[in-house]
């Protein structure tokens, strides 16, 4: 299986940091953020990646190169416009061939085990959820027995991690252009073709200083 790190965002929130260095690069712990996503997906077994890029993206190039020395193989999918998440990931589909793909954003941090994607895909979307931050107490999608739908009873409500399984099919009939990922996925479960899973380890979104810092905690206690 392939993977994709999403790492085309501007990072607005962690200014003055993005100001001259892209969100991915962003360090906790002395290591740039998507270096964790790179060394874990080595880890779990992965060997083929695509990472698209936006602002300041040749810094990204030049820090992973080709990958070779994280154990990997990566190529870049750049981006000359904003495309948000669906358009991004529409763009770099030929790099990503005709079977289900990992995506991971490139803002979190977490523990999870990315080899626990390496599954058969029953539909055209498995989102991995966490428990509901304070930044977003009301969570995105129900999870109910291992399916995903926009409605649900408060206590099945969970945040979307940023970790999914992709089919291509999820994206047939989108033309190219900018357009967000989350209609889609909507759309598919509506048809009962989302999947999902709970995951109750360690993950942040880190899209502010505050959060930011909250992942430098949790490194030190690790360490």
């Not at 289900?100 to 959820?129: K, M, Q, S």
Request: a negative charge.
């Amino acid at each position: 299986m392939k993977a994709m790190i999403l790492a085309a965002g501007k990072g607005e929130r962690l200014r003055p940091l993005t100001l001259h260095t892209p969100k991915p690069l962003v360090r906790a712990g002395g290591v740039p953020l998507i270096e964790y996503h790179v060394r874990a997906l080595a880890a779990a077994g992965f060997r083929d990646l695509v990472i698209n890029h936006a602002w300041l993206g040749e810094q990204i190039e030049a820090y992973l190169g080709d990958g070779e020395g994280f154990g990997v193989h990566i190529r870049y999918s750049a981006e000359g416009e904003p495309l948000e998440t669906g358009g991004g990931i529409h763009r770099a589909l030929p790099l990503l061939g005709d079977e289900p793909f990992a995506v991971i954003n490139g803002d979190i941090w977490t523990d999870y085990d990315f080899a626990a994607l390496e599954r058969p895909l029953p539909g055209l979307a498995h989102l991995v959820l966490v428990n509901n931050p304070p930044h977003h107490p009301a969570g995105d999608f129900a999870l109910r027995d291992g399916r995903l739908a926009e409605e649900g009873a408060p206590a099945t409500r969970l945040t979307y991690s940023g970790i999914a399984v992709l089919h291509p099919r999820l994206f047939a009939g989108c033309a190219a252009g900018a357009f967000k990922l989350a209609p889609l996925l909507r759309q598919a479960m509506a048809s009962g073709q989302v999947s999902g899973e709970r995951y109750d380890g360690q993950w942040v979104d880190v899209g502010t200083h505050e959060r930011l810092a909250e992942v430098e905690r949790i490194l030190e206690v690790r360490r």
